[in-house]
């Protein structure tokens, strides 16, 4: 079974308890990016599972390991969000766009953060966004604040990239997304294009303000 996140630092009781119920191992844990609330259980995860292993984006990493620094061609803004100094655990496995840990595909969307990632399931066509989109407030683009779960807006370096990456996840037509905040919304089609359009709005308003 593969894990994607590992949440908050208490999550890992939940997560093993839900393996347990189902009755498969966990062998792979999966991040989309490497704020707190997306790793926190992964060091506890980590020592209950020493083989199971840990894959992240390769510039994901460096947060990861807690490095802010920009890198070459990137908008020269500062990486927001809080990142863990305490994390023990390092990646087994670095992922390019493109790679596949079983029938799940990796997506670069930088724009919450450089090395975002979200995961797409080739069996069915679901996608696990991370924070490139949240549901719960209703279906946002990251960066465009919702006034009833403004958080993953607030954590966002790029605004703009946010919105080249939620047109990339839209063009992959998913069936189902799964955010990192919210509840899953099948048929996501026409909520995305309204998603995208209403944070161009935003960001351009943002501008002229």
């Known amino acids: ?39 926190g ?10 083989e199971a292993k840990v894959y992240i984006s390769a510039r ?4 990861m390991a807690h490095d802010r620094s ?3 061609g990137e908008p020269q803004i500062p990486i927001r969000g809080d990142v863990s100094k305490k994390l023990q655990t390092r990646p087994d496995v670095l992922l390019q766009d493109g790679d596949q840990i079983g029938s799940l595909k990796a997506v670069c969307t930088p724009g919450h953060t450089p090395g975002s990632m979200a995961f797409l399931d080739i069996r069915n066509n679901s996608l696990i966004t991370g924070d490139a989109l949240q549901t719960r407030g209703g279906l946002a683009v990251a960066g465009k604040i919702n ?7 607030l954590g966002t370096w ?13 063009g992959l037509s998913p069936s189902l ?8 919304l ?5 909520p995305m294009d309204r998603a995208i359009i209403e944070a161009e709005k935003y960001i351009t308003k943002k501008k002229h303000m």
């Open 41 to 50: 259980s992964l060091d506890a995860l980590k020592n209950v599972l020493p």
């Open 1 to 39: 079974m593969t894990v994607i996140d590992a949440a908050l630092p208490y999550s890992y009781k939940e997560i093993l308890k839900t393996a347990e119920q189902i009755r498969k191992p966990i062998t792979c844990i999966v991040l989309t990016h490497a704020h707190v609330d997306h790793i």
């Open 158 to 170: 790029s605004k703009e990239l946010s919105i080249d990456s939620a047109r990339k996840l839209r």
């Open 70 to 72: 920009l890198e070459a």
């Open 147 to 153: 006034l009833t779960f403004p958080f993953p807006a």
């Open 177 to 184: 997304l799964a955010t990192g905040h919210g509840l899953m």
């Open 186 to 190: 099948p048929n996501p089609l026409h």
């Open 60 to 63: 994901e990493a460096k947060l």
